[in-house]
């Protein structure tokens, strides 16, 4: 079974504040994502990478980074939070060769910034 | 890249209806179609997929059905319960798609009245 793990459920953060969002993956998937959820907006794509030390921007990538140290583990970086990052965050996974590969959801991160 | 348009944004049924969600992609080189459910406070999970050399694809109440020529496809769930309840999203991904990005819909929140 695929596990998709993100470390911190529910955050508060302050504005200016730098916030840092780990994902780990346990199945040696090459691919992973980062996701933004907000009501009728769907899921956003932020980042993704498809190789250790390779990211790939997505639609919103303005206001965060990524950093993919390690195969297993992606993490998504606030420099500076700012109350319009108050969102939900999901992380996902999949393997790389070809489409079609079934992407694998974490359980998402609650970020909220005042 | 590829757009992917999804309706309603929500549908209320009765217990036992049936429902539909449908959505259109822009790119003609999409070739896959999974579609994920969301739970309430949970991950999105794949319910169903559809890859384009097939029509149709059915998985106990729940199918998925494609035409390529008009570029839609749609979800199909017979026999409503409360526990389908949740949100629904579709999406594509075409071969020129980078390493297996999926471009996802808006998505559709269904609820089932007893």
């Known amino acids: 079974d695929v596990k998709v793990t993100q470390s911190s459920r529910y955050l508060v953060k302050r504005t200016g504040e730098k916030v840092f969002l780990e994902c780990v993956q346990d199945?040696?998937?090459?691919?992973m994502f980062w996701y933004r959820q907000d009501p009728g907006l769907g899921l956003r794509l932020i980042y993704f990478s498809y190789d250790v030390k390779m990211k790939e921007k997505g639609d919103i990538p303005e206001g965060y980074s990524v950093s993919r140290e390690k195969k297993e583990r992606f993490s998504l970086i606030l420099e500076s939070a700012s109350t319009n990052q108050t969102s939900m965050y999901l992380c996902a996974s999949s393997l790389r060769v070809g489409s079609g590969n079934t992407i694998y959801f974490g359980e998402g991160s609650w970020l909220t910034v005042v | 890249g590829e757009n992917v348009e999804q309706h309603p944004s929500t549908l209320s049924v009765q217990e036992g209806d049936s429902a539909v969600i449908k959505c259109t992609y822009s790119d003609s080189a999409s070739n896959y179609f999974p579609w994920y459910k969301q739970e309430l406070g949970k991950r999105p999970q794949l319910i169903i997929d559809?890859?384009?050399?097939?029509g149709e694809k059915k998985d106990q109440r729940i199918a998925v059905t494609l035409n390529k020529t008009a570029k839609h496809f749609s979800l199909h769930i017979t026999e409503t319960q409360p526990e389908d309840s949740a949100v629904y999203f579709c999406?594509?991904?075409?071969?020129?798609?980078?390493?297996?990005?999926?471009?996802f819909g808006r998505g559709t929140q269904l609820t089932v009245w007893p």
């Open positions: 999406a594509a991904t075409y071969r020129g798609s980078t390493l297996g990005r999926l471009y």
């Open positions: 559809i890859r384009s050399n097939v």
């Open positions: 199945m040696d998937h090459e691919n």
